[in-house]
C-alpha cells in the first residue's frame, strides 16, 4: 500500500515537472513575445507536455490500484451501479429428482444408445454385441 502511495505522488509530481517544462519558456522570459516559437521553446514544451500525459497516466493508475486495495481490504464500499434495466427477481429452484426418478427417466434414452451402439459395431460382420443383459433401471433400483 505505502508502494502504490509513493508512487502516486511520485506520478503527480511528474505531471507538476512537465506542466513546470511546458510554461517555463513562456515564463521566465527566454520566449520573445508576438514570435514564432524557438526550437529551444518547442523541444521544452512538447517534452513538458508528454512528461505530463506520462505522470497523469501512472496517477491515474495509482490511484485506482489504491482504491482497489482499499475495497478488498474493506475500507472502501464500492458503489452499486445504476442500470437502466431493473434486475430480474430471483426465480425458485425447481424440486430436485431422486436418482431413482432420474433413472427411470433417462432410461429409454440410455436404451436407444445401447440398441444404437450395438447395430453400428455389428454391422461389418453381421454380428452383434450384447453390452449388458440387464436394464439400465433394474441396476439402478438394486443399488
Do not use: Y
Not at 30 to 38: G, S, V, Y
Not at 45 to 55: E, I, M, N, R
Not at 58 to 71: C, M, Q
Amino acid at each position: 500500500m505505502i508502494r502504490k502511495f509513493v508512487g502516486a505522488v511520485a506520478a503527480a509530481l511528474a505531471v507538476l515537472a512537465g506542466l513546470w517544462l511546458m510554461i517555463a519558456p513562456f515564463a521566465l522570459g527566454t520566449q520573445p513575445e508576438n514570435a514564432d516559437w524557438t526550437n529551444a521553446t518547442q523541444s521544452e514544451f512538447f517534452a513538458g507536455l508528454g512528461v505530463a500525459v506520462v505522470g497523469l497516466v501512472g496517477a491515474i493508475a495509482f490511484v485506482l490500484a489504491i482504491h482497489e486495495e482499499l475495497v478488498v481490504r474493506g475500507l472502501v464500499v464500492p458503489k452499486p451501479r445504476a442500470s437502466a434495466e431493473p434486475e430480474p427477481e430471483p426465480v425458485p429452484a425447481a424440486p430436485q429428482a431422486s436418482s431413482a426418478e432420474l433413472a427411470t427417466l433417462l432410461a429409454p434414452l440410455v436404451e436407444a444408445l445401447r440398441e444404437d451402439l450395438n447395430t453400428s459395431r455389428g454391422g461389418s460382420h453381421g454380428e452383434r454385441r450384447q453390452n449388458g443383459k440387464a436394464s439400465l433401471v433394474g441396476v439402478e433400483e438394486t443399488r
